[in-house]
């Protein structure tokens, strides 16, 4: 399956900023890209690139005050299967947990796990250890919280996302985060492209927060938003919360005045001709629609 995947972000610097983006498709992508997945900036400016410490492709640059475009565009190439589903995956021990995955067990910024250990436990302790705890916590989170972007803030922690309610992807993945760390399990914050392939439109393109969590000694993707096996997830970012991951790390005053994210299926057998001659022109999409700034 080929995916055509990028994005156009517009912002207006008050002065010189420094900028640290996670804007591109994660270090382990073993997929056939088409193109080029890095960041491109107009006006042009020098980019620095380089890996973060959970794998992550960083670009850090200064952008001067006034306008700037941000854009990435290129297609690549994917198994096209859904997420893996493993009823039978079974829940560590934490005594036999891998040394690399301890980080994933205890609170972080977002994922105020100590907070919300009481709650875990009155709501999941009688579940069956392993994937259906996972699947319970999933359930739980995408039946209590309510999606919508105006109910996304940035200092919104897991334990205020399950008092209030509400939340946007990333809140619904730091919920199901917290909970499955309180219950012993490993989890980790995952972000990227996911677009409307094999389910309704569900309006403008944007990037998708899910998660992982580790069982029966590899990590598995879930995600509590939309609750139900995905194809053509394309991942940017991991990390213990969205701190690790965030799309712009700003050193400075900006303001967002533009997004538009696409991921889309390019249909039929395309010849790689005919694949380089489709990223001669930036798709058409809509933008989000952006909450007014000071």
Request: with cysteine; glycine share 8%.
């Amino acid at each position: 399956m080929f995916i055509r995947i990028g994005y156009e972000i517009v912002i207006d610097s008050k002065a010189d900023t420094v900028l640290i983006l996670a804007l591109s498709p994660h270090s382990s992508f073993d997929g056939r890209i088409i193109g080029s997945d890095e960041v491109h900036a107009l006006p042009e400016l020098p980019l620095e690139t380089f890996l973060d410490s959970f794998g992550n492709r960083l670009t850090r640059l200064r952008a001067p005050a006034g306008r700037l475009t941000l854009w990435s565009d290129c297609i690549v190439e994917i198994d096209g299967q859904p997420d893996v589903y493993d009823w039978t995956a079974q829940q560590h021990n934490v005594a036999d947990l891998p040394p690399e995955t301890l980080q994933f067990l205890t609170s972080s910024r977002y994922c105020d796990s100590d907070v919300l250990a009481p709650e875990a436990l009155r709501l999941f302790g009688s579940t069956p250890p392993g994937w259906a705890r996972v699947q319970a916590i999933c359930n739980h989170v995408h039946n209590q919280l309510t999606f919508g972007y105006g109910f996304g803030r940035p200092s919104k922690t897991a334990s205020d996302a399950h008092r209030e309610k509400t939340g946007v992807c990333r809140d619904f993945a730091h919920l199901a985060i917290a909970f499955c760390r309180a219950m012993n399990i490993p989890a980790r914050y995952a972000s990227g492209y996911l677009g409307d392939i094999g389910v309704p439109y569900s309006g403008p393109g944007d990037f998708c927060a899910w998660f992982e969590a580790y069982l029966g000694g590899r990590w598995y993707t879930f995600d509590a938003r939309y609750n139900q096996p995905r194809i053509g997830r394309v991942l940017m970012v991991r990390g213990r919360d969205a701190a690790d991951g965030a799309m712009i790390t700003s050193f400075g005053a900006y303001d967002m005045k533009a997004l538009r994210v696409w991921t889309d299926e390019v249909p039929g057998a395309p010849s790689d001709a005919s694949l380089h001659d489709m990223l001669k022109t930036r798709p058409k999409t809509e933008a989000l629609t952006l909450a007014p700034t000071d």
